[in-house]
């Protein structure tokens, strides 16, 4: 009953720092997204991927980076952390159709200090 | 221009009542999914009801229903009968056409009064 998986839950960064926000989805869906959510913008598309080995860009894709694995696998990659980037990141999953819903996991708390 | 507009930053509502939280948008496609989500403050996403753009009947789910009136291009949230539970972020989401994306508004936080 696992959904959408994504790790860590809470990760505090220096500035200029690197991670790589990890994202798992055991529903066979093609398409897989990366949000993030601040205070008052609700969620913001920074990329998402339609199918295993394509990524398209969203609202706001600067200072990040993607990649799809596998079908299973969308992983979210800030080369150098900057305290703009300090949000709650959620991934999420979809089949291809109007009618499907999206799938969360249960968010990502960083913190750039 | 915005896809998803929520007006509503704010809400309460006296346990029991009824309320509407409004959601509009803005699409060109004649084929396009509307949702609403429940984000409690415990941060998990919960899908609460989908409506179709072909659908001639306003979608229902248990105390949640659509109220869908394609020409205003709104998507309103009615909850009847307002739980405790039920106080949250809600946020209303379009998905155009076959297209992948999935676009959402500011939210809306809804407190349940007592």
Redesign the interface.
Known sequence: NAGVTQTPKFQVLKTGQSMTLQCAQDMNHNSMYWYRQDPGMGLRLIYYSASEGTTDKGEVPNGYNVSRLNKREFSLRLESAAPSQTSVYFCASSEGSTGNTIYFGEGSWLTVV | AQKIT?TQ?GMFVQEKEAVTLDCTYDTSDQ???L?WYKQPSS???I?LI?Q??YDEQNATEGRYSLNFQKARKSANLVISASQLGDSAMY?C?M????G???Y????TSLTVIP
Not at chain 2, 95 to 98: K, Y
Not at chain 2, 104 to 107: D, L, V
Request: charged share 10%.
């Open positions: 929520q930053p084929s396009y999914g949702f941060g998990e996403m899908f989908y179709g753009s946020f989401a998905r155009e056409g076959a992948n994306q999935f959402f508004g500011t939210g």
